[in-house]
C-alpha cells in the first residue's frame, strides 16, 4: 500500500521548506504521499531570519524549527549533509553530489539563495566571509578571535544585520554602501540618514556612496584591508560580503527549467515551473509578477500554496506579496511597508524627522487621506497597527500627522484594531487577517492572545502583531459583553501589581485593612489573597511602618501558606522536608557531615536538589525545630525552600578550578545568593552563574542567569525550566560585578512590583507591553525613572535580612506552632509513618488509607498499622 | 458518627476561655481560645484517637472538622487557609490540594461527592471547665448562631 503513495522530493530543507512540509502536514497531503527530504547542511531547517541571535548567546539548537519529533511523527524522510547535485526530468529522479539517487512524482525546489559576493579582486583571501548560515557565523567568529576591524560590503538589511554581529564580538566595525545611503531599498533619504546617525553612535563607522575595488591581500594570502573606487582605502582584518543574495537556480538551469533574465526559476501562480511535475518555492522561485522575493512570508505563502495543491484543497495562487517589513538592525527599529516611496500617481508624504532622536517617520497618504505606505525609523511601534491600514482604501480615522508625531507632542493618536477592516491582514507572517481573529474571539471561544495565537496562528511568526492582536481581541470580548475581571481573586479586583502599588503608595499594613478598604468582598479572604498579601507586605517591610521583617509575626502569621507558616514544604503525607542553604553549592565536608547526622538522627530521607543543595524529607512539625536548632548551631540558615522568594544560585566551579573558566563564577553565585536570599517575590526565584560559554551551571534556565565572558558577565533574564521551558534572554553584556549587581538589583525589585501572582519572570517578560525591549529600557536605561527607588528598596532589603529560622528559634512565641496537637505536645502525629525503600524511608501511605473511624484510640497509636 | 456542626459566636470570649469540641455527650477541652489565630487552625487529638481540625474565623466564630483530607489522605487540614466565598460560607482550603470545605457542612465545595465529617464545637469557661455559659446552652441539639442544626455526617 504504502510503497503506492506518489513521492514528494523537497529539495531544500531551510525556512520555506521546513514551512512546506508544516502544511503538508497541517493539510493532510502528508498520509497521501511520502516525502523526502534532501538538505544540504548538516542540521535540520533553523531560523535564519534569526541567525545573528547565535552571537547574543543562541545555539544551534536553539533556533531549529519545528518541535522535536515533527518530522518523524509525519513520516518525512530527511536526508541530511546532501545537496542535490542534478536532476533528472525524463526519468524523475534527483541525484545527490554523493551519487545516491531520489525518484520523485513531484519535485520541490527550495534551494534559496546565495550571497552575492561583487567581483573584486581579493575576494577569495583568507579573512573573507559571506553570511548565510550558521557555518558562515561559526567561521566567522573563529576567525575573529585573532581580529581587531571587520567590514561589511553592503548596507542593506543583511549588511547591517552582519555589522552587528562583527561589533558584538568587539570588533572595529566598518559598513560599506555602494548606495548613497543605508537600507537603500527599504527607506528614502531621510530615513536612510536618521539610520546612519544612529548606528554611527553606536561606534560603527558608515561608508557611503563608495563602491568596493579590491581586497588587499598579504603574502600570507590574509585579507589585510580594502581599496575603494574613490581612491580611498580601509585596513581591516576580515571582511564580510553581505551585498544582496541571488537565486540558487543552478539545479534548474541544468535541466533546461525555463529560468529569468536576472536568475529564478520561472514559476506560475500555482509555483509550478516549466515542468509540470516541478514547483519552486521561496527565494529561488521567479514568482508570477516578475519578481524575487527575499522575504521569508512570501516564501511561505508559496509554500502554503503547492501544499494545498497536493492536497487537493483549492488553489490559492500566489501572485505576489506585501514586501512590508519590520526590522530591529543594531537595536534600531526600522519599518517600510506599502508604497514606502510615494510612486503611486498623485501621492503625498507626511513627514517628521528629528535628527537628534535619530527617528525618521514618513507616511504616504492619498489625496483621500487613505494610507498607501510608510517609512519608520528609529521609532516603529505603530508599524503594526498601520500596517494593516494599508491599501484598504479607507481614510485613516485620525488625522495622518498625528500619527508621525512623537507621543508627548500630540493628544495619543489610538489605533486600536477597530479602525481596522475585517479583511486587514493583521498577521503578515501567516496572513491572518482581522476577521479571521475577530471570529476565533466570538465563534471559538478564545478569550486570550494566546489562545488566539493557538487558533489561528496569527502572531507566531515575527510577533510585531502581538499588540494589535490584543487590542483586537479585549474589543471583540468588550463588543461581547463579557468582563474581563483581571482581579486577583474573588475578595479583591485588583491585580496583585495593583495591590503592591496600594500597600506601598498608603502604606496599608495588614490583609484585613487592605480587604476592608480595598476589597471587593468584606469576608474572610481567601487561600489566594491571603499569601499575596502576604508576599507583598514582606517585600515592602523595609519601608513600611511598624511591621516586623519576620513573616511569622502579627498579623502575617495568619496569612502565610502552610510551607511559609512552618519554614519548611510540605509533603503528600502531611510531613516537611527541610532545605539549608548551601550558597553557590558551595559546602565544607564539616556542614555536609552535620547534614547526615541530622538526617540520620530524625530517620530523614535524603536527596540532592536540581539547585545544587540537600532536602531531608519526612519530618514532622514538632521535629522541626529541633532539626533546625542543630542546623543552625552548625551555621546553617533557612534556603526559603517554602517561600516565594529566591531559592538558589547554582554555580559551576569556575575559573578557580575549571581549566575553561575565565571567571570566578562560584564566589559571583555565592555573593548573589547572600545579597537575595528571603527576597519575598510574586514566584519562586531561580539563578545560577556560568564561568564560561559552555554554560555548566545552565543559567539560562533561570530568572536570572549569569554567563561569564573575558571582559565581565552577561546578564541573562526570564529563563524557565519546568514544564513550559524558556531560554533566557541577553539583557546586558560585559557588565563589571558593580554594574551586574546593580542591574539584577532593579530588575527583580521591577518584577516583584509589577508581576501577577504566581507570575514566573518568564511569562510576566512576555505578558508586558513591549517585552524585553520595555524591560531593558527600564533596568538598563532608567527610562521610567524608577532605578534609584529600585535599588534603594533592594538595599533595604538587605539590610533588613534575618535567617528567619534563627530568629524563629529564638523567641517562643514564634515556636509555639510547632506540635503536632495542640491538646498534647508531646504526641507525635500516629498518621505520619514510613517504611523502608532503597535504605531509606518513604511515606507509608497505607496508613492514610484508612478512614478515620477505623483509627484506635489514642493508647494503641503505635501499633497502628498492625491495627489494619 | 452523628455529629451536628455548629459555629459559635464568641465576641465575649476571654483569654482563659475554652474551646470544646462535643464528643459522644460530653464537651471536651481542646484548647485555650487564645491559642488559635483568626483565620487558620489547629490539630488536636480526641480522647477516642481521632484527630480533628479546630479553626477560629474573621467574625471570630470557632469551628471544627476532621483534620484528614479525603483527598490524599493526610491529617492535614487543621494546616489550611480560611477563606470565605462570596454567598459568606466559610470555608478550609486543604494545604495540599487545595480543595475547599465547607466549615459548617463539611462539603467539599470543588466536588459534590466528597464531605468530610464536622465536629460541633463552642467557647467554654476555663472555670469550670466544660460549664455551659448562658449563650452556649450544652445538649445534643445545640444551635448556633444561625440558628439550625447542620450537617449531619
Avoid at chain 1, 541567525?51 to 533556533?63: A, M, Q, V, W
Wanted: charged share 20%; proline share 5%; glycine share 12%.
Amino acid at each position: 500500500m504504502t510503497t503506492t503513495r506518489p513521492t514528494v522530493l523537497l529539495v531544500g530543507y531551510g525556512m520555506v521548506g521546513h514551512r512546506f512540509l508544516e502544511a503538508l502536514a497541517d493539510s493532510g497531503a502528508a498520509d497521501r504521499h511520502r516525502v523526502v527530504v534532501l538538505a544540504e547542511e548538516p542540521r535540520p531547517a533553523y531560523d535564519r531570519v534569526a541567525l545573528t541571535s547565535y552571537f547574543s548567546g543562541r545555539t544551534p539548537e536553539d533556533l531549529l524549527l519545528g518541535e522535536d519529533g515533527f518530522l518523524d511523527r509525519h513520516g518525512f524522510e530527511l536526508h541530511l549533509s546532501s545537496p542535490a547535485a542534478s536532476i533528472d526530468r525524463a526519468a524523475r529522479t534527483v541525484t545527490t553530489a554523493d551519487g545516491r539517487t531520489f525518484g520523485y512524482d513531484t519535485l520541490v525546489l527550495a534551494t534559496g539563495s546565495y550571497p552575492f559576493v561583487p567581483p573584486v579582486d581579493g575576494r577569495d583571501a583568507e579573512g573573507c566571509f559571506v553570511y548565510r548560515t550558521i557555518e558562515d557565523l561559526r567561521a566567522i567568529e573563529s576567525y575573529a578571535a585573532g581580529a581587531k576591524t571587520g567590514a561589511v560590503v553592503g548596507g542593506g538589511l543583511l549588511g547591517l544585520e552582519a555589522a552587528g554581529a562583527l561589533k558584538g564580538i568587539g570588533l572595529d566595525t566598518h559598513v560599506v554602501e555602494f548606495a548613497p545611503r543605508l537600507m537603500p531599498v527599504q527607506v528614502d533619504e531621510g530615513g536612510g540618514a536618521a539610520l546612519r546617525r544612529t548606528i554611527e553612535e553606536m561606534g560603527v563607522t558608515v561608508h557611503t556612496g563608495v563602491g568596493t575595488r579590491t581586497v588587499l591581500v598579504s603574502a600570507e594570502g590574509r585579507a589585510t584591508g580594502m581599496g575603494f573606487t574613490d581612491g580611498s582605502a580601509l585596513d581591516t582584518d576580515l571582511v564580510v560580503f553581505s551585498a544582496g543574495v541571488r537565486p540558487r537556480d543552478q539545479l534548474a538551469r541544468d535541466c533546461g527549467l525555463t529560468v529569468g533574465e536576472r536568475g529564478g526559476i520561472a514559476v506560475d501562480e500555482n509555483c509550478r515551473s516549466s515542468d509540470e511535475h516541478v514547483f519552486a518555492i521561496g527565494e529561488c522561485a521567479l514568482a508570477v509578477d516578475g519578481r524575487v522575493y527575499g522575504l521569508v512570508a512570501p516564501g511561505y505563502e508559496m509554500a502554503a500554496t503547492v501544499a494545498r495543491q497536493l492536497a487537493g484543497q483549492d488553489p490559492r495562487p500566489f501572485t505576489g506579496a506585501d514586501l512590508s517589513t519590520k526590522l530591529k538592525l543594531l537595536g534600531v527599529d526600522v519599518a517600510s511597508f506599502g508604497d514606502a516611496f510615494g510612486s503611486t500617481p498623485g501621492a503625498l508624504d507626511v513627514v517628521y524627522s528629528d535628527s537628534r532622536a535619530g527617528v525618521y517617520k514618513k507616511l504616504v497618504v492619498s489625496r483621500e487621506g487613505a494610507l498607501l505606505g510608510g517609512i519608520l525609523v528609529g521609532e516603529a511601534d505603530q508599524y503594526a497597527a498601520l500596517r494593516p491600514l494599508t491599501g484598504t482604501g479607507t481614510p485613516l480615522p485620525v488625522p495622518a500627522e498625528s500619527l508621525v508625531l512623537p507621543t508627548g507632542l500630540a493628544a495619543p493618536a489610538a489605533l486600536g484594531g477597530s479602525a481596522l477592516p475585517d479583511d486587514a491582514v493583521v498577521c503578515n507572517c501567516h496572513n491572518v487577517t482581522k476577521g479571521l481573529i475577530r471570529g476565533a474571539v466570538t465563534e471559538q471561544g478564545c478569550g486570550t492572545v494566546p489562545e488566539v495565537k493557538r487558533c489561528t496562528e496569527a502572531g507566531t511568526g515575527c510577533g510585531s502583531c502581538l499588540k494589535l492582536i490584543g487590542s483586537i481581541v479585549t474589543e471583540e470580548l468588550a463588543a461581547g459583553g463579557v468582563e474581563v475581571d483581571r482581579g486577583l481573586c474573588p475578595c479583591f479586583a485588583h491585580t496583585r501589581a495593583e495591590l503592591y502599588e496600594i500597600v506601598r503608595v498608603r502604606g496599608v499594613t495588614t490583609h484585613r485593612q487592605l480587604l476592608a478598604e480595598h476589597g471587593r468582598l468584606r469576608g474572610e479572604g481567601c487561600e489566594i489573597c491571603k499569601p499575596t498579601v502576604a508576599s507583598i507586605i514582606a517585600s515592602l517591610a523595609p519601608e513600611l511602618p511598624a511591621v516586623s521583617g519576620h513573616i511569622l509575626d502579627g498579623e502575617q502569621a495568619a496569612l502565610q501558606d502552610t510551607n511559609d507558616h512552618f519554614l519548611a514544604n510540605i509533603q503528600r503525607n502531611g510531613s516537611y522536608s527541610v532545605v539549608p542553604r548551601i550558597p553557590g553549592g558551595e559546602i565544607t565536608p564539616e556542614k555536609l557531615i552535620v547534614i547526615g547526622e541530622v538526617a540520620r538522627d530524625f530517620g530523614l530521607y535524603t536527596k540532592i536538589t536540581g539547585g545544587q543543595r540537600i532536602d531531608l524529607f519526612g519530618a514532622r512539625v514538632d521535629q522541626l525545630p529541633q532539626i533546625w536548632s542543630r542546623l543552625v548551631a552548625a551555621g546553617f540558615e533557612s534556603g526559603h525552600a517554602y517561600g516565594k522568594s529566591l531559592r538558589t544560585v547554582k554555580s559551576c566551579v569556575g575559573s578557580t578550578w575549571c581549566r575553561y573558566g575565565v571567571q570566578d563564577s562560584v564566589a559571583m553565585a555565592i555573593r548573589l545568593e547572600l545579597r537575595y536570599r528571603g527576597l519575598r517575590s510574586p514566584h519562586k526565584l531561580k539563578s545560577a552563574v556560568s564561568g564560561c560559554a559552555r554554560e555548566c551551571a545552565e543559567a539560562r534556565g533561570k530568572d536570572f542567569g549569569v554567563i561569564a565572558t573575558s571582559s565581565g558577565w552577561n546578564l541573562y533574564v526570564g529563563g524557565n525550566g519546568g514544564a513550559t521551558p524558556r531560554h533566557a534572554d541577553l539583557l546586558a553584556q560585559d557588565l563589571s560585578d558593580q554594574e551586574l549587581i546593580r542591574l539584577i538589583d532593579r530588575f527583580l525589585m521591577f518584577y516583584i512590583r509589577t508581576a501577577d501572582r504566581l507570575e514566573r519572570t518568564s511569562t510576566w517578560l512576555e505578558r508586558l507591553d513591549g517585552g524585553l525591549d520595555h524591560v531593558r529600557d527600564v533596568v538598563v536605561h532608567d527610562s521610567l525613572g524608577l532605578a534609584a527607588e529600585l535599588e534603594r528598596q533592594m538595599a533595604g532589603h538587605i539590610a533588613g535580612y534575618q535567617d528567619e529560622w534563627a530568629a524563629t528559634l529564638a523567641t517562643p512565641d514564634r515556636l509555639r506552632r510547632f506540635v503536632s496537637f495542640v491538646n498534647a505536645p508531646g504526641v507525635p502525629d500516629p498518621s505520619i509513618r514510613f517504611t523502608p525503600e532503597r535504605d531509606q524511608v518513604k511515606p507509608d501511605l497505607a496508613v492514610l488509607a484508612t478512614v478515620e473511624e477505623l483509627l484506635r484510640p489514642l493508647d494503641t497509636v503505635p501499633r497502628l498499622s498492625e491495627a489494619r | 458518627m452523628t455529629t451536628t456542626a455548629t459555629a459559635t459566636t464568641a465576641t465575649t470570649a476571654t483569654a482563659t476561655d475554652r474551646v470544646e469540641l462535643r464528643t459522644g455527650t460530653d464537651w471536651t477541652p481542646v484548647c485555650d481560645w487564645a491559642a488559635l489565630v483568626p483565620g487558620r487552625g489547629v490539630a488536636v487529638l480526641l480522647p477516642d484517637g481521632r484527630q480533628a481540625a479546630v479553626f477560629r474565623d474573621h467574625l471570630g466564630r470557632v469551628h471544627a472538622v476532621a483534620n484528614r483530607d479525603p483527598f490524599t489522605g493526610a491529617y492535614v487540614l487543621s494546616r489550611g487557609l480560611l477563606g470565605s466565598t462570596p454567598d459568606g460560607r466559610v470555608y478550609v482550603a486543604s494545604p495540599l490540594l487545595k480543595q475547599r470545605f465547607d466549615l459548617l457542612t463539611g462539603a467539599c465545595l470543588d466536588d459534590d461527592t466528597v464531605r468530610i465529617p464536622v465536629h460541633s464545637a463552642r467557647i467554654g469557661s476555663a472555670q469550670p471547665p466544660a460549664a455551659a455559659r448562658q449563650h452556649h446552652p450544652a445538649g445534643p441539639a445545640h444551635r448556633g448562631r444561625n440558628g439550625a442544626a447542620r450537617g449531619r455526617v
